[in-house]
């Protein structure tokens, strides 16, 4: 492998350049001579097509790595560990899952080693992640509470704890899952998870009958640019609201948000 090109695009990769990093693997990858060597190298590309959503190129890139016979076990892993996440990024979540699990069996003790701590935190994070957004919330929780312990530069705690608070409210425990909402929020989250917990949070305040608390996060929800809230969360948030000034007897206030969630 040549050392200075695989630090150039290390170099592109990490100052946000990923697609000319991307271009930079694939030159390695064309020299490279054996087949581990070329698959290692292809693996980072993929990557890079999956970090900057070009699954087209990413899927091409899979497809000729599997053309190679791999011998090392572990960048065997790392090439199913990409797989998995592309099918996932993709929204074939079941078949993601399934791929995630097959890993797990497949590499106990390489994933034990601690210096592959981060690839296992990571696979069980998205594998959390999946199974949440399928509603399994009894298989995604005891994922997601391990999740909560990870410490590696590799783990998204903010995720974590919002995932986490949708387990916990959609299996009727509110505690904990106001709990997790909140922790998410101070660990800091994009603008439309934000909402979208604010949202939940603002639900479990209304039925708990703390209104006040309520109509603060759903304000705060409606205060992310409008570009990060899709309609139909724009559309339940106004609709809530609209609930929430009715108990407290702002009827101007309902009328006015009960209009605007008829205009979406």
């Not at 709990?179 to 039925?207: C, K």
Request: proline share 3%; aromatic share 8%.
């Amino acid at each position: 492998m040549d050392q200075a090109h695989f630090e150039n695009a290390n170099r592109l990769w990490a100052t946000g350049l990923v697609e000319d990093a991307a271009h930079e693997f694939r030159a390695m990858a064309d020299e490279a001579d054996y087949p581990d060597e070329k698959a290692a190298i292809l693996a980072n590309e993929h990557k890079c097509y999956c970090q900057i959503g070009q699954l087209d190129k990413a899927n091409e890139v899979m497809r000729q790595i599997r053309t190679l016979t791999i011998e090392d076990k572990f960048i065997r892993m790392i090439v199913d560990f990409g797989d998995a996440c592309m099918t996932t990024q993709m929204g074939k979540l079941e078949e993601g899952i399934s791929k995630f699990e097959k890993i797990l069996q497949a590499n106990q003790g390489e994933l034990r080693d601690p210096e592959n701590r981060h690839l296992y935190e990571e696979l069980q994070e998205r594998r959390g992640f999946a199974l949440t957004s399928l509603r399994r919330y009894t298989e995604a929780l005891p994922v997601l509470q391990e999740a909560v312990s990870f410490a590696t530069d590799k783990s998204d705690p903010q995720l974590v704890q919002f995932y986490l608070g949708i387990c916990y409210q959609d299996t009727s425990n509110p505690a904990p899952a106001k709990e997790a909402f909140l922790r998410a929020i101070e660990l800091g989250l994009d603008n439309q998870s934000e909402a979208h917990a604010r949202y939940r949070l603002a639900i479990l305040y209304y039925r708990s009958g703390a209104l006040a608390q309520a109509k603060h996060h759903l304000e705060v929800a409606l205060r992310v640019p409008q570009q990060a809230l899709s309609a139909q969360l724009r559309k339940n948030i106004y609709q809530q609201m609209s609930r929430v000034c009715h108990y407290l007897q702002e009827f101007e206030e309902e009328k006015r948000y009960s209009s605007l969630a008829h205009e979406l």
